[in-house]
Structure formats: C-alpha cells, structure tokens
C-alpha cells in the first residue's frame, strides 16, 4: 500500500533513528555525545576496527564516512535486513506506538488534496509579497523601514501585505483557477453559514508566512496596520494545513543554523549559538536572525505549549527560553517552568534567559546591537536556579513553620519530575540549596536544617550559591505560588484557574448551558461561593430557558450578590491570557477552552476521588496486618499523587484560543 508522507514523517519524528540502529551496533563512548543525539558506531554494512559509522537524531539519518551507506529509519531497515518497504514502516510504527493506516481511498484522495492546498498557500504568499511593493504596500514597507529591517531581511522571511480588501486575495486566487473549497480549507477566507459571502481573512496587515519542518508554507500571520484594529496579530485558523500548538515560528532555518553552529560548539567555538532560542514573536525572531542570531523560533501567539517544547528538545537537549524582564515576563517563565518539569530526563532540560525590564529582543538589538543579547544568552539561569528563586522570592522564613513550608513546597514542585533519576538529583539540589540558605542567614541556628538525613553537617549548594538573605522582605512577604498553596491557608481566596474558566466561559456563553446542559448541570466547585453561584446560574437557566442572554445573566447574578465575584473570575482568567473564557471569544472557541478545563477538572475529581479511595484501603490492610498487600498499595498512591501534583502543575498552562487565534465574533472582526 502507499503511505502518506504525513503518516512517515510523524513515525519518523517519533522514534530517534539512534534507538533503530542500537539494537545491530555498540556505540563508541568516546565519540558518541548523547545529549546531543550524535552517535558513532562501527559500520554494520562493512568490516571494520574503527568507527566511522555516525548517526544524528536530530537529522534522523545515518552514513558511513567509510564505506559511504546513508538513509534514514526504513533504508537501514530495508539495506541491512532486507525488510521490505511496508515492513520497515511497520517496524518503526510499532516502536512509534502508532497503529498503522488501513488501506483508505479517501486518505490517498485527502494526501492528494494537502499537497494541492500547499501550492494555493504559496500562490498567496507570492501574491502578499508583490503587494508588499506596489503603491499600497508603501506604509507597510515604511513601517518595515522602521524596525529597521533591510530588504534581504524581507526577502529571507518573505515578509508581504495583504491590502485593506475584502476580496482581493480571493480573486487573485480564483484567477488561478483555484476553487472556492480550496480557499476556504487554506483558511484564507472568512466562511461559514452566517457570512452571505466570503471575504479574505487578512486585510491591510504584513504578512509572515508560517512554513513547515519542510519549508512549506503552511499558514500566516499578520501585522494590523491600523491601530483600531480588534487584533494587533492575526494568525491562520485550524486548518489541515496547521495545527498551531504544533508549529515553531522559523523552525526549519533555526534546526539548520543550530546543527551547523553545533559542529563550531564541538570544536569549542561557539557554544551559545549550538542551541535553540524560544522567543515571544515574529519581529524578535526576524530581528535577531538580522543580527547574526539564526537560531531562534517562536510560538505563534500563545504560551509554549508541550508538543512545542518537545520540537524544540528535537533540536537541542537544552533550549533556552528568553522571555521579558517585567512581570509578565516573569509570570511567562514560571509557567514555562512548570511545563517543563514533568518532561525532564538526563541530558533533556531548558534554561532561562530574563531580559532588562522593559525590552524585547527586537528592542535590544535594534537599539545596542548584538552584544547585549549575547551578554543575557551567557547569564541565562538553570531550570533549578528558576524553581529555587521562585519559591523563595519575597519570603521570610524567620519560624520553624514557615521554614517547613518551603520545605514542603520544594519537595511538592519537584515530585513532579516524571524521571526518578532527575527527581532525585533535584531533591538533592533543593536540599543543599535550603541549608545553605538557612545557614547563611542564620534561619536555621540551633536547630537541625531542613532535609538533612542522620544528623548530617555542612553542605551547601552544588554549582549555585544561595540568593540573598531574607531579612530584607517584610515577615509577611511570600511567594506567589505559596500565597495560591493550600500549605498557606486551607480557604481558598480565589477559584482554581479550571474552575473559574469553566464558569465564567458559560456567563459569558451561555448558549452552552443548553447545548452542554447534562454535563454541565453536573460540575461540583471546591470553592463554595463559586458553588452557589453555580446553582444561580442553574436557576436562571431553568427559569428563561434558550432565551437567556448574557446581559440577563449577569443582571441576575449581580442581584444575587455575586458581582464581585464574577468580576474576580474575569481578572483571573484575563491575567492568564485565557481569552476563551471572555466576552472577546468566538462561539466555537468558547467551546474549545471550556471543553478543555472540563477535562481537567474532571481528570482532577477523578484523581483526588481515587487517592482517598487507595488512602482507606491502605489505612484498612494496614490494620488488617495485610503486609503483602501494603507495597503494591503505597506504590499505586505515589503514582495517584504525583498524577495529582502533574496535573497541579498544568494549570496555568491551560491553552486559549479566542482573540489570540485570530477568531473574534460580531460584526469587528469583518
């Protein structure tokens, strides 16, 4: 049968090319480098003492400098072991834990179609760009001018203008012979039951071009002009083309300039430029390839999400994450944080670049030049510096009680870490950490410090000195994190992250209530008042029926004292950047995010019920003198509670679409 290239390259992407060869090959330790994916072995196809045989995962292809052989997962399958080509794919899906495809028409029929949709975005990529230098382009190229961009920058990135049209993109297309279907699954129009008549999603914007691990564009994103409009940036829709918690901005030209600046970092050259460097936007990637830093990438309006951080470890085993030196740049980084942590295994980790307060990279280097970026890739902080930092950041910690706290805090944010290696190895790092800390501060005087085993003395920090003291702070002063923990206070001020996007995206939409209304009817809040506010929301629904309005809604509610609470909620889920719960959400976004928190919390219901549940089973056999049956039973709760503490961790990583997907309802957004 004849597979989709799409259904090769995600089998490829899944399984490192290293863990096909390795089971016909002996790596040589000297100059196999793990953590960077690049393996050498003595040639299976050639007789030889020495190795010349080299693979690279991040390329995912193998050759022999000796005897010349190459290819990829199939070909060393198919050459070596004679294996034919479906039995190679096979082979690999297995191991890729992917079922393989049944012969499909319509798949071959679909394959087909996304190769001929490829060729309609790069007919309007070619049109965006000749738009760019006509007389309507000319403020777009002004603005270019600006931010200081020269024209090869331009040509590189293919940067282009959609003009100020409803349908001028979709005649150019049409005068191509391309068919309305077509146009409408790139996403290049605004479709659908409610739009008489389609017109072009992108309208007097610069446009970005979003291509493919294969250099195919795939999707746009485009700059407003205009200062009024609903959205400075607008990306592609979903489309087959594009999923975008998939794709890195710049991703195929950053691999290609790391794995090049790799070979200089082996040589002792340049270590810094060996990496990946995840950023906010199009303009700082655009800005710093201009000034001499082609390895950067970025996330296309949204934070980072897993499988974009698993891109990025594709690339490197320690990408560096540079975010904004102000609050919201910090806030960024800890959510970065905590999406990495779970994932970390030995030779797998990130670090953290912080800017000056106030500057972007597209500022920095436009305005000083390179150096001073350089400058902040070579102070970038460890993942573990991060957590330390964070957990102690304004804390006093002048009581036993207190000192437990962090302690205790510590050992929660690192039980996460999947790798029981890793786990240990930073348990021990906080350790060490925490009593040099106490100890220089004199917290600990007279009493044994925190996390030291057997009457153990001494010890400081591995590699990282403590931060300073924490007499300067204020003895009420505490972290973020601690303020939200259930360690601090056992009343929770505001709503979990999940269960205030559930409620508020139904007061904000609720046309869900009555499509959703036998799950929703359901939910049960740990917080109380959100509870009944809940059962409010219920009655106002039962009461007006398919008729009821948001406006109504909340009139309703803020007769009923909840107000402020609603307001709360709107704060809440606005500082997390979770559009999708907002009056700003399109229907069909609204849906999306709400769907999503009411996984979570579901998952979470079902954890925290199955931990009580294993807690009195093994209270029960612990009674019974069971002995048998208590390790299997304490093994499964440690596993319950570090899912519990996993799934802790994801909630300020719920991703939105909304607004930031380019998807805003009402008249606005035409």
């Excluded at 282009?160 to 309305?180: H, I, M, Q, T, W």
Aim: one cysteine or more; aromatic letters at 6%; glycine letters at 8%.
């Amino acid at each position: 049968m004849r597979f989709s290239q799409s259904f090769l390259d995600e089998i490829r992407d899944r399984v490192p090319i290293s863990d096909v060869i390795a089971k016909r090959v002996s790596w040589d330790r000297r100059k196999t480098n793990v953590s960077r994916g690049d393996y050498w072995a003595c040639c299976p196809f050639h007789g030889e003492k020495s190795p010349s045989f080299h693979c690279e995962d991040r390329k995912g292809r193998y050759h022999c400098f000796g005897c010349g052989v190459s290819g990829d997962h199939f070909r060393f399958l198919t050459d070596l072991e004679g294996l034919s080509f479906p039995e190679a794919v096979q082979q690999i899906a297995d191991m890729a834990g992917v079922a393989m495809p049944q012969p499909d028409p319509q798949a071959e029929r679909r394959e087909k179609e996304r190769t001929s949709l490829l060729d309609v975005m790069e007919l309007a990529t070619q049109f965006f760009e000749d738009q760019l230098q006509t007389a309507n382009g000319a403020k777009a190229r002004a603005y270019l001018r600006e931010r200081g961009l020269t024209g090869r920058t331009i040509e590189t990135f293919r940067l282009g203008y959609a003009p100020d049209s409803r349908n001028a993109l979709k005649e150019f297309l049409a005068g191509k012979g391309v068919g309305k279907e077509q146009i409408e699954a790139c996403g290049l129009v605004v479709h659908g039951p409610d739009v008489p008549v389609s017109y072009d999603r992108f309208r007097d914007r610069i446009m970005f071009p979003i291509l493919s691990s294969r250099e195919k564009v795939i999707a746009f994103g485009g700059r407003a002009m205009s200062p009024d409009a609903p959205a400075k940036y607008l990306n592609s829709n979903e489309t087959e083309l594009f999923h975008k918690g998939n794709v890195l901005y710049n991703f195929a030209r950053a691999r290609r300039a790391s794995q090049g600046a790799g070979r200089l970092a082996d040589a002792g050259q340049d270590d810094a430029a060996g990496t990946i460097i995840a950023v906010e936007g199009y303009m700082d990637v655009i800005a710093l390839h201009q000034a001499g830093v082609e390895n950067a990438v970025a996330p296309l309006g949204t934070a980072l999400t897993e499988n974009q951080l698993d891109l990025l470890w594709k690339m490197t085993s320690q990408p560096v994450l540079c975010f904004d030196g102000d609050g919201a740049g910090i806030r960024a980084a800890n959510r970065g944080v905590d999406l990495a942590l779970p994932h970390l295994k030995p030779g797998r980790s990130v670090r953290f670049a912080m800017l000056p307060d106030g500057k972007d990279p597209d500022d920095l280097v436009r305005q000083e030049g390179r150096a001073p970026f350089d400058k902040v890739l070579a102070n970038a902080r460890s993942l573990a510096e991060m957590v330390w930092q964070r957990e102690i950041q304004g804390g006093a910690f002048d009581t036993p009680e207190k000192r437990a706290e962090l302690e205790a805090r510590l050992k929660q944010v690192t039980a996460v870490i999947a790798d029981e290696s890793v786990r240990r190895h930073y348990g021990q790092d906080m350790r060490d950490r925490l009593n040099a800390f106490l100890q220089s501060s004199g917290s600990g005087r007279g009493e044994r410090r925190p996390f030291e085993r057997g009457g153990r003395q001494g010890g400081g920090p591995r590699g990282a000195g403590g931060p300073r003291g924490p007499n300067a702070a204020g003895p009420t002063a505490i972290s973020d994190r601690l303020a939200r923990s259930s360690l601090v206070s056992g009343q929770q001020v505001v709503p979990l992250l999940r269960e205030s996007v559930l409620a508020l995206t139904i007061v904000n939409h609720p046309q869900l209530l009555f499509d959703e209304y036998d799950e929703i009817s359901t939910i049960e809040f740990d917080h109380r008042e959100l509870q009944r506010c809940w059962a409010a929301v219920l009655n106002a629904a039962a009461h007006h029926g398919p008729r009821l309005t948001r406006e109504g809604l909340v009139e309703q509610l803020q007769a009923e004292d909840f107000g402020a609470l609603i307001a709360a909620l709107d704060q809440q889920v606005r500082y997390a950047r979770l559009w999708t719960a907002t009056t700003a959400a399109a229907p069909e976004d609204a849906r999306e995010g709400y769907l999503q928190a009411l996984a979570l919390h579901q998952r979470s219901k079902a954890l925290h019920w199955q931990r009580r549940e294993l807690e009195r089973e093994l209270a029960h056999a612990t009674e019974e003198g069971d002995l048998e049956a208590v390790p299997q039973l304490l093994r499964t709760l440690q596993e319950v509670q570090l899912e519990v503490t996993r799934l802790e961790n994801q909630e300020a990583i719920i991703e939105g679409f909304g607004v930031l997907s380019g998807r805003v309802k009402g008249p606005a957004a035409r």
